[in-house]
């Protein structure tokens, strides 16, 4: 027999805790202790455990979920459930374990979806706030605001309850430096471009369900007061006196968009505060050659007092966190190399008189950094959105059951991952924030990184409306740049629309509605005898089905793997179906024929749903036209169409070509030029005529003649009444009319390439 006694005097240190081992029982075991006030670290295996209480009292949290641990509880842990044990109690919590290793068990655990599901937690995803300092280009929409819809869209289908959550992030430094190149006021330069942005997002299908304006939303300013002061009451942050650089010429205080230099950790140039090559961070003094960007003179140094976190104190607590979710290796290296440095004191205050000020009066004249600002921001989203649901979810109040996620590009890592919980921590040190993280590198433009300064951009409003939009989200899903940099072509998604979407998924679909006419009349058919192939295509369609599942799931999360998925489901029924063409007329083959288009007109069934949450325009297009209704939950099998159905597929148009460019115009000079700004505001084909009809044929309402009005109004300095705008006058007459208003000079600055 084995018999083996708990005797704490033989406990080590592991996990976060005290254990030891119980050898010979065929198994791994041990006993194990959890002082009062102390818990396990959080961690996942590919081992079965369980625990058994024996005595003491404290809680289970296992994927978010709390659950009582009481002398005579038992707890087994599937393999890859995280979990954690927490002695709520005065004494110790002792537990007696056992573990095993089952390859079948852990790879079934591996590939459940319900395990990886969120439950009835809330989860709330956001995609990094954009600056408004200009509008949004494909560079910027493939990255986090693509990621956060889909991600979000196949969250609901799964039955969860997720948000997408983002804003403008007005305070930002390169708000100012927009206004002064643009002869603005910062405050009008950033609701302006917040205003472009959620209308670019609009046309990308992305409606966020809370969009914050922080410079408009009169809570905000007192919200991230009170928390920047919870982040100084820890103590963990001081007051503290460092070198700072400073234009020579002007003594402005020089960080971010105003100075440039060689970053200290890799070489690259870079602007002061972040390097977007390799993420670190810079204390803008440790630049090497720095330059400022407001004068030709050499920057000097002096003392100035910040308030200060000492990151490197907090590296425990970081590796915790990452320790907790989703933490791509991408970021933990970049941890890892960051807290490879004796000190890490980042300033989270900076002279500007734009931002926020903190309450306390230690340091006049500066706000509070805007990345730290961010921090808050996320939870005062959360709270907007919570007032308008109906929730009790505050700021000041974090809940434990709040599932984040976070989308950002791989410049902002340092913030996302590791600043933003070393600040949670001091704000909020009884609150354990449970946060997923998906990052993407730079998108780049044939070959060279998106610039706006450089007009080396594609710009959202440039190249979505209607007819457009699913066939960019496809494009975008399928090379975003999520593992390394990847590059946008115009050739290769012309290629993608009219050789893939057009040339195969669409050619495929109204080949299969034009066979289901001619020999059903147009109704689905019902499956007669099966064949060995018929049963092994039903099998790859269910692989199929799980792969796309895995590739939206909050583990995996790939859109780059989704986009495949979807791709390779399409090119595999596309051969099913021509190896079943071959007997498809021959007599006494009639009912295995019926099978085979079942089957064909179950996969398009399946890529209306796998397609949702990527394209949801072109599934909700196909769902309705196999007379199913708009897609909204996730497929949990492969299923036949009712026998019976109606079939529009025939001449069903899914996808359109680019339109050929628009021949020159023989009207007025700015006749283009305006057709272009209507066909962007009522969202129509760049090929739709619009010169000859007036606005109120076109069916512009009123509100989107304020924005036409507004446009009209920045370009050219010409104001025209609603009267006008919405009058008999046809678009030509309006640009023959805006002409004769328009100076010279305000017409000599529309470029030639710009009418056009």
């Not at 299908?205 to 408009?216: E, F, G, H, L, M």
């Not at 002279?351 to 005062?380: C, N, R, T």
Request: hydrophobic share 40%; net charge negative.
């Amino acid at each position: 027999m084995i018999f083996n006694v708990y005797d704490s005097s033989t406990l080590s240190e592991a996990f976060g805790i005290d254990m030891n081992s119980v050898d010979g029982l065929g198994t791994g075991a041990g006993w194990g202790r959890v002082a009062p006030g102390r818990s396990s670290a959080s961690h996942q295996h590919d081992e079965t455990e369980f625990f058994v209480i024996v005595s003491g009292r404290g809680e289970f949290v296992v994927d978010g979920r709390r659950l009582p641990a009481a002398p005579g509880t038992v707890a087994l842990f599937e393999p890859f459930e995280s979990h954690v044990l927490e002695n709520t109690g005065d004494d110790d919590l002792v537990f007696l374990t056992q573990y095993w290793r089952d390859a079948g068990r852990a790879l079934a655990s591996a590939r459940n979806a319900g395990r990886k599901s969120f439950g009835e937690r809330p989860v709330f995803v956001f995609s990094t706030p954009p600056t408004p300092n200009g509008d949004l280009h494909l560079g910027h929409l493939s990255g986090p605001y693509l990621g956060a819809d889909v991600f979000v869209r196949h969250q609901r289908m799964t039955g969860a309850d997720a948000w997408h959550l983002t804003g403008s992030d007005d305070y930002q430094s390169y708000v100012p430096a927009a206004a002064r190149a643009e002869g603005r006021e910062p405050a009008e330069t950033a609701a302006h471009y917040s205003a472009e942005i959620a209308r670019t997002l609009s046309l990308m299908d992305i409606s966020p369900d809370q969009y914050t304006v922080t410079d408009a939303d009169a809570a905000y300013r007192p919200g991230l007061q009170d928390f920047f002061s919870r982040v100084l009451a820890s103590g963990t942050a001081r007051l503290q006196e460092a070198d700072a650089l400073f234009d020579a010429e002007s003594g402005q205080y020089l960080y971010e968009v105003d100075v440039k230099g060689g970053c200290p950790g890799c070489g690259s140039g870079t602007s002061g505060n972040i390097c977007e090559e390799c993420g670190e961070p810079n204390t803008v003094t440790d630049l090497a050659e720095p330059v400022s960007t407001r004068s030709a003179a050499a920057p000097r140094r002096a003392p100035l007092s910040r308030w200060t976190v000492p990151l490197h104190s907090l590296r425990e607590d970081v590796g915790a966190h990452h320790r907790l979710g989703r933490v791509p290796a991408r970021l933990r290296e970049l941890s890892d190399r960051l807290f490879r440095r004796p000190s890490l004191d980042i300033p989270i205050s900076h002279p500007a008189s734009w931002g926020v000020p903190p309450a306390e009066k230690d340091v006049e004249g500066q706000v509070i950094w805007v990345w730290p600002e961010m921090s808050y921001g996320f939870l005062h989203g959360i709270q907007n959105l919570g007032s308008r649901l109906g929730k009790n979810w505050k700021a000041a109040e974090p809940h434990q059951d709040w599932k984040i996620v976070h989308f950002f590009g791989y410049d902002n890592s340092f913030y996302h991952s590791i600043l933003y919980p070393a600040l949670y921590r001091m704000a909020f040190p009884g609150w354990t924030p449970d946060i997923d993280y998906h990052v993407n590198e730079f998108y780049l433009l044939e070959g060279s990184k998106f610039s706006t300064s450089r007009r080396h951009a594609i710009w959202g409003k440039e190249i979505l409306n209607a007819g457009s939009v699913d066939a960019v989200r496809y494009f975008l899903a399928r090379t975003r740049p999520e593992g390394t940099r990847t590059n946008f072509q115009r050739a290769a998604y012309e290629s993608a629309l009219n050789d893939t979407l057009i040339g195969t998924w669409q050619s495929w679909l109204n080949d299969l509605g034009s066979r289901v006419a001619k020999r059903y009349g147009g109704r689905a058919p019902d499956a007669g005898n099966w064949t060995p192939e018929h049963s092994a295509f039903l099998s790859r369609l269910g692989a199929r089905l799980d792969a796309v599942t895995g590739a939206l799931g909050p583990d995996g999360f790939s859109l780059n793997q989704a986009a495949a998925e979807l791709d390779a489901l399409v090119a595999d029924t596309v051969r099913f179906a021509r190896q079943e063409s071959l007997t498809a007329e021959t007599a006494g083959w009639e009912d295995e024929t019926r099978t085979a288009i079942a089957l064909e007109l179950a996969a398009a069934r399946l890529l209306a749903h796998a397609a949702a949450p990527v394209m949801p325009r072109f599934a909700a297009a196909l769902a309705g036209a196999l007379g199913l209704t708009v897609p909204d939950e996730w497929p949990s099998t492969v299923e036949l169409l009712a026998p019976g159905s109606e079939i529009r597929l025939t001449d069903a148009v899914f996808f359109r070509p680019t339109p050929a460019p628009t021949p020159v115009h023989a009207g007025p000079r700015l006749g283009p030029w305006l057709a272009h700004q209507v066909r962007t505001v009522l969202q129509l084909p760049d090929d739709e005529p619009v010169n000859s009809l007036n606005l109120h044929q076109l069916g512009m309402g009123s509100l989107q003649a304020v924005t036409l009005q507004y446009q009209i109004l920045e370009a050219l300095d010409v104001d025209l009444s609603l009267e006008e705008l919405l009058g008999s006058q046809d678009v030509d007459a309006l640009a023959s009319l805006i002409e004769e208003r328009a100076e010279a000079s305000a017409l000599a600055a529309l470029t030639e390439a710009e009418i056009r």
